[in-house]
């Protein structure tokens, strides 16, 4: 770790503070110092942020499109072989906890076959994970997203394929793929806006088993440590910045769901 | 739920039926160290030299245990509160419901991590394997009976309205014989498989938390820190035991609740069976 100017802040900890001195810190943004690194708390979180929210965006946004993708056509082939298989896969990878996917990966990849690499760096020294600490762990959120998400869509697209208006459309001749993308699709994706609005949370902040696992230096490792080495500052910060994201993620999700669902546009 | 009930009746019979061969989870002998298996040990010896069979059948006994115990009280204690919620209504329902929508919106593993790196002694209390236990069973409920409470106070709130159930009332039926008579018997269906998903969830998320070296204590095994365990030494039974334990467990729960295809629906042909006729 290279040496850093002593961070020109007050600390709000001081015995010689004035009083209210820390509210007014805190209103300024300052929570202090780190009691682990010895510096101002964003500097330390930040750059975990900021790896978090690369590894779980993208996580994010393909376990949507690949669980609609996955959970629809599951349901539109339910009792052939092909639908079949995918509910199959989808049970399986919701019934394995995620970090044991990922001790598998690792355990197969880099133990085993030395295909990847995943080293062991200082997270201030050099802040960008390698390709195998990006790679590995975005296909384990995602294989438990996908199959946790996908489950929720095949059985609201088994029940929509039975509604009344699908089968009156089939009864017109409607053929089978614009009953998929017109009727059930949407009615499937809706409800599962609101699934992914309520995990955003949980994926921004981090996962804690996945960054362990993968020594992935993200958010969720950060407190999780603050919390074990009784780095009170980091953690207060981590656990109101989660309370924020919670927050804003649940608000987004219920406004979102209300614009694409007009059974609840009208309620409050 | 049939599965359950199996699964339950194994964690109590496999660990007897290990004990009874002769298979012992607790013995260390340092120097057999990650013995490879043989028929004498099938799952071959951990990292402290004990026998890995007799670990995973006792791990996977305090996993169940953990995730059994709290599955059931966090449905009762949801389906308790739907039901309340459901049939007084008013402010009752309100209050609930509010505290519902708090409730769901805490994330777990974080508060789980929060709770469970609390040093138990600076309360006066031992720390043991019980005390830890009964500190996540507490927690697991504590967080755990949104899903039925939902389930149970819509349910009753329709029950309630219904013909037949304001006939009883109006025969002087007493509130509480009212939920257990009408109310209870119709929310037990949907009740079962929220019981179901909550063991499966349980189950997860005492393995995440063992994982972590925050759920259950280190002598006594669970399949999450048989997990972590594997991990650190290295043996492939060691990693894929548990995992696969697991994974076959609550593959056999989630298949019974995620539901099938309806029978007539072939290639998209339309369904003809008795619900489709007009009434």
Not at chain 1, 157 to 180: H, M, N, P, Q, Y
Not at chain 2, 60 to 70: E, L, N, R, T, Y
Request: charged residues 15%.
């Amino acid at each position: 770790m290279d040496a850093l100017p002593a961070p020109a802040m007050t600390d709000v900890g001081a015995p010689d503070a004035k009083p209210g001195s820390a509210l007014l810190a805190l209103l300024r943004g300052e929570v202090g110092l780190s009691v682990r690194y010895g510096r101002p708390v964003w500097e330390v979180m930040v750059p975990r942020l900021w790896a978090t929210l690369a590894l779980m965006g993208p996580a994010l946004a393909l376990s949507f499109l690949l669980a609609l993708g996955i959970g629809l056509g599951s349901a539109r082939w339910a009792r052939a072989g092909f639908g079949r298989g995918l509910h199959a896969g989808l049970l399986l990878f919701s019934s394995m906890p995620m970090h044991w996917v990922g001790l598998v990966l690792v355990w197969i990849l880099v133990v085993q076959t030395g295909w990847m690499t995943l080293g062991d760096r200082d997270p201030f020294a050099d802040p960008s994970p390698s390709f195998a600490q990006r790679a590995l762990p975005l296909v384990t959120v995602v294989a438990f997203y996908v199959a946790r998400w996908g489950r929720h869509v095949r059985s609201v697209a088994l029940e929509r394929l039975e509604a009344s208006d699908v089968r009156f459309a089939r009864s017109l001749g409607c053929d089978e793929k614009t009953i998929l993308l017109r009727f059930v699709a949407p009615g499937a994706a809706v409800p599962l806006v609101a699934l992914v609005a309520q995990s955003f949370p949980v994926l921004a902040s981090g996962l804690v088993v996945v960054e362990t696992v993968f020594g992935y230096p993200g958010m969720g490792r950060l407190i999780f440590d603050s919390v074990v080495l009784r780095d009170a500052p980091v953690a207060a910060s981590g656990f109101s910045l989660y309370a924020g994201l919670t927050f804003a993620a649940t608000s987004l999700g219920d406004e979102v769901h209300r614009r694409l669902d007009p059974r609840v546009r009208g309620r409050p | 739920m049939k599965p359950l009930g199996f699964i339950v009746a194994a964690a109590i019979l496999l660990p007897l039926l290990s004990l009874a061969t002769g298979l012992d989870p607790w013995t260390l002998q340092p120097d057999l160290r990650l013995e490879a298996p043989s028929w004498a040990h099938p799952l071959g010896r951990d990292d402290l030299g004990r026998d890995m069979l007799a670990r995973l059948i006792l791990g996977f006994s305090v996993s169940v245990g953990v995730a059994g115990v709290s599955a059931l009280g966090a449905t009762a204690l949801g389906a308790g509160l739907g039901v309340w919620a459901g049939t007084r209504r008013g402010w009752v329902d309100l209050v609930l419901s509010r505290g519902m929508e708090l409730t769901q919106s805490i994330p777990k593993l974080p508060l789980l991590i929060l709770v469970g790196s609390v040093d138990l002694t600076r309360f006066g209390l031992p720390v043991g394997f019980v005390t830890i236990l009964l500190r996540l069973v507490v927690l697991f409920i504590l967080l755990g009976w949104l899903t039925a409470f939902r389930v149970v106070r819509q349910s009753s709130l329709e029950i309630a309205a219904r013909p037949f159930v304001e006939a009883s009332r109006v025969l002087g039926m007493g509130e509480a014989r009212l939920v257990f008579r009408h109310v209870l018997p119709h929310v037990a269906a949907p009740l079962r498989v929220v019981l179901a998903i909550a063991f499966s969830e349980f189950v997860l998320l005492e393995s995440g938390l063992s994982f972590l070296g925050l759920g259950v204590p280190a002598p006594w095994p669970s399949l999450g820190q048989l997990m972590a365990r594997g991990a650190s030494s290295g043996g492939a039974a060691l990693i894929l035991a548990p995992g696969l334990a697991t994974a076959a467990m609550l593959w056999w729960v989630g298949a019974r609740i995620d539901p099938g295809a309806r029978p007539s629906n072939k290639s998209g042909q339309m369904a003809v069976d008795a619900s489709d006729r007009p009434r």
